[in-house]
């Protein structure tokens, strides 16, 4: 595991991460941790990993855990009463499943339990834990490139579609209380989710990506810290493409390359 570099203006930020124990949570409590901020890390497993706690040995943050299904009313209420003495500057809404099933073919089980982690669990998050976030506190919700545009993973793609709105919401309901509420939108991460999809899927991205490369944790998780510290104090409401430039080119990448190979240009 690489050392996470940290940023300024979070030594006096304590965090809940969902999904703290996958490819990008692992990243983000680790760049918060190296920043000097504390952690409260969830994720489904009743306890975190050896290789979490031997990570983040040595970095100046303070690091916490609780098991927590983003779906479950009642576990957001535990961690909710776990969370309330240690005043609560921010929340990343990370947890997240794929589904790669197209419109033809979901089952109404699969959408409603896509919709209910990916969504519903944000939603339930927030709900439960900005009562308690101070004035100056930052939740950041992580959505998808997926969500700004019309990936075929068509559960998937409509949940984080939702997470936009959710964010939009909150940013809006909250930001008189000094909370912002903002969504990251990374294009394809390598993490255990995208071990599973077909190799295609990676050449296309990288195919259609100007920069020509899939994503380390390590980026996305950088850019969740800089809005969880008040270095983004005037950030609210933002929609921010972490994706190599994938949304910008809009698929026109594709066709330049195309033509240019057309006419014989390398
Ligand atoms: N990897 C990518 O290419 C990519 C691209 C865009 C967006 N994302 C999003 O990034 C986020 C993190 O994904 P990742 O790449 O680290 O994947 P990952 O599979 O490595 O990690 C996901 C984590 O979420 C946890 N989780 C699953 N269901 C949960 C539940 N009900 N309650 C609590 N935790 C639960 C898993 O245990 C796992 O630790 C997800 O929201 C995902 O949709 C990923």
């Given at each position: 595991m690489?050392?996470?570099v940290?940023?300024?203006?979070?030594t006096?930020?304590?965090v809940?991460?969902?999904?703290?124990?996958?490819?990008?949570g692992v990243?983000?409590?680790l760049?918060?941790?190296?920043?000097?901020?504390?952690?409260v890390?969830?994720d489904?497993?009743?306890s975190?990993?050896?290789?979490?706690?031997?990570a983040?040995e040595?970095?100046?943050?303070?690091l916490?855990?609780?098991?927590?299904d983003?779906g479950?009313?009642?576990?957001?209420?535990r961690?909710?009463?776990?969370?309330?003495?240690?005043?609560l500057?921010g929340?990343?809404?990370?947890?997240?499943i794929?589904?790669?099933?197209r419109?033809g073919d979901?089952?109404?089980?699969d959408w409603?339990r896509v919709?209910?982690?990916?969504?519903?669990g944000?939603?339930?998050g927030i709900?439960?834990?900005?009562p308690?976030?101070?004035?100056?506190?930052?939740?950041?919700?992580?959505?998808?490139?997926a969500?700004?545009?019309?990936h075929?993973?068509?559960?998937?793609?409509?949940?984080?579609w939702?997470?936009?709105?959710?964010?939009?919401?909150?940013?809006?309901e909250?930001?008189?209380?000094g909370?912002?509420?903002?969504i990251?939108?990374?294009?394809y991460?390598?993490?255990?989710?995208?071990?599973a999809?077909?190799e295609?899927?990676?050449e296309?991205?990288?195919?259609l990506?100007?920069?020509?490369r899939?994503?380390?944790p390590?980026?996305?998780a950088?850019?969740?810290?800089?809005?969880?510290s008040?270095?983004?104090?005037?950030?609210?409401?933002?929609?921010i493409?972490?994706?190599g430039?994938?949304?910008?080119?809009?698929?026109?990448?594709y066709?330049?390359d195309?033509?240019?190979r057309?006419?014989?240009q390398?």
């Amino acid at each position: 595991m690489t050392v996470p570099v940290g940023l300024p203006g979070l030594t006096d930020k304590t965090v809940v991460v969902t999904g703290a124990l996958g490819g990008q949570g692992v990243a983000q409590t680790l760049v918060l941790l190296a920043s000097g901020a504390h952690v409260v890390a969830t994720d489904l497993a009743s306890s975190i990993t050896d290789d979490l706690t031997a990570a983040a040995e040595g970095l100046p943050g303070t690091l916490l855990y609780q098991q927590l299904d983003v779906g479950s009313i009642d576990d957001w209420a535990r961690v909710a009463d776990f969370t309330l003495p240690l005043g609560l500057t921010g929340l990343v809404n990370n947890a997240g499943i794929p589904l790669r099933a197209r419109l033809g073919d979901i089952h109404l089980d699969d959408w409603d339990r896509v919709m209910r982690i990916n969504l519903t669990g944000p939603m339930l998050g927030i709900q439960a834990l900005a009562p308690q976030l101070r004035e100056g506190s930052s939740i950041v919700n992580v959505g998808s490139l997926a969500a700004l545009n019309a990936h075929h993973t068509v559960a998937y793609t409509a949940s984080k579609w939702g997470l936009r709105g959710l964010t939009h919401v909150a940013a809006t309901e909250f930001g008189g209380r000094g909370i912002r509420t903002n969504i990251v939108h990374p294009g394809y991460v390598e993490t255990a989710m995208m071990a599973a999809a077909p190799e295609i899927m990676a050449e296309t991205q990288r195919a259609l990506t100007p920069l020509g490369r899939t994503a380390q944790p390590a980026e996305v998780a950088a850019v969740v810290a800089f809005l969880l510290s008040d270095l983004s104090s005037y950030i609210n409401g933002a929609e921010i493409p972490i994706d190599g430039g994938f949304s910008s080119s809009g698929g026109v990448k594709y066709m330049s390359d195309t033509i240019r190979r057309s006419q014989g240009q390398s």
